[in-house]
């Protein structure tokens, strides 16, 4: 098995032998060996050997480069497509615009880098001031499992635009689609060391983090999140970049009861809820108005088709990725409705496997339950005597990525929008919407302000401000106080 990519060579790793498994039947997909230290450490010195010459690279060789990863991904998006759905249970919908959007990013972060981290020049009366920006050097991508393909693609494009040199871990559950994109990167040229793939779980991250890097750029939990804040508090030199989820609030005030429901659903429910931005807090207001809108996303949810990326009919959720997230969930779940939370919908195991679950939405009005991100389709519900305490009911959480308000009312709005903590807040669409063209990231136990998506220019590059005269000329008139 060839599951390191490391100097433009594939090679076997030499660690603890895993496998990735289909969450929907069980079924090995993949085999391999996870990287040891003293692979960890080649791919390093690889990175790190690569890092002048791909700085030095001329930018349109750079974006070449990148733009023929994206043609890559596409003559592979169907066969791409489809082992994501099956790694991590997705519809095969979902995984396909998965795919779709590593391929828009290169786009998107051509156009980013040119806009937020380029070069321009003003001329001065003594010749020009200059702003250049150079990139950091050996960049670590550890990646998440439920967008195993986009989320570190979000990293590496704009960090080897930029001229970084990257090694990439992906989330242990996924191993299959980070060789995808290793491989995608060997086709389109990569040359030796710019790109590098290990393989393994938290022993090789741990490895990597403790190496000769410049820059962790990783999306995952709060607590892990944590830990890489204390591990580089003493090391300011290292570029840390961190989008770490979130317990997101959804107020739903006021408007069709169904049109509102549809946007809870796919805020709360959408990849089995194991998206980061997903809403995790209906917030509604006592009375007729609340009692309709948490009706009619009762009914909608129980509607959700839930099955395998390849049944004969299209399902809207599939598995969550293992069984450990069901049984996080269910004991989550169980917790609230014995500090005296109220079922509105049940969440259940099924029977088809330990993976597929149920939304559920549980009744938690009045009562204190955790500050914890439940990452499942499970929506608590509280209702609120007025707008200003569902804002702060929102605001009630050490999280701050995503937020929304379902309202007719611009007044109510303008009041949210200026008093909502988060860093990406949606009015009558879905939390989870977000554009490629604009910055993705959160505040609090969310990130620490480094922004992905477009904004992923900022930290893959620093900029370096410069006076330049073609030749020197005698200053000594401009300098005072001489005899």
Known sequence: MTELYINGQWTGGRGAAFVSTDPATGEKLWTGHAATDPDCAAALAAA??????????????????????????????????????????????????????????????????????????????????VLRHRPHGVMVVLGPYNFPGHLPNGHIVPALIAGDTVVFKPSELTPHIGQLTAEAWAAAGV?????NLVQGGRETGAALIAGDIDGLLFTGSAAAGMHFRRYFADKPHVILALELGGNNPLIAWDGDAEATASIIVQSAFITTGQRCSCARRLIVPEGAVGDAVIAA???????????????????????????????????????????????????????????????????????????????????????????????AAANDTAFGLSAGLI????????????????????????TTGAAGNMPFGGLGESGNHRPSAYYAADYCAYPVASFEADRAFDQTGAIKGLD
């Open 191 to 195: 040359p030796a060391g710019v790109f």
């Open 297 to 391: 996303t009762a009914a909608l949810a129980s509607r959700l088709r839930i099955g395998a990326w390849n049944d004969n009919q299209e399902a809207f959720m599939g598995p969550l990725i293992d069984a450990a997230p069901a049984e996080q969930a269910a004991r989550a779940v169980a917790g609230f409705e014995a500090a005296g939370g109220k079922a509105i919908l049940p969440f259940r195991l099924l029977d088809r496997g330990p993976s597929f679950v149920t939304p559920a939405m549980i009744d938690v009005t009045g009562i204190a339950v955790p500050d914890a991100e439940i990452f499942a389709p499970v929506l608590q519900v509280r209702r609120v005597p007025d707008f200003d305490a569902a804002i």
């Open 48 to 129: 790190r050997r690569a890092f002048p010459g791909w700085a030095d690279t001329p930018l349109e060789e750079r974006v070449a480069l990148v733009k023929r990863f994206a043609e890559q991904l596409e003559r592979r998006k169907p066969a791409f497509a489809e082992a994501i759905a099956r790694e991590t249970g997705k519809a095969l919908w979902e995984a396909t615009a998965e795919v779709g959007s590593m391929i828009a990013k290169v786009g998107v972060s051509i156009a980013a880098y040119s806009e937020r981290t380029g070069e321009r020049s003003a001329d001065t009366d003594f010749g020009r001031a």
């Open 407 to 430: 309202s007719d009312d611009d007044a109510l709005w303008r009041q949210f929008i200026a008093r909502s903590r988060a860093g990406v807040v949606n009015r009558n669409r879905p």
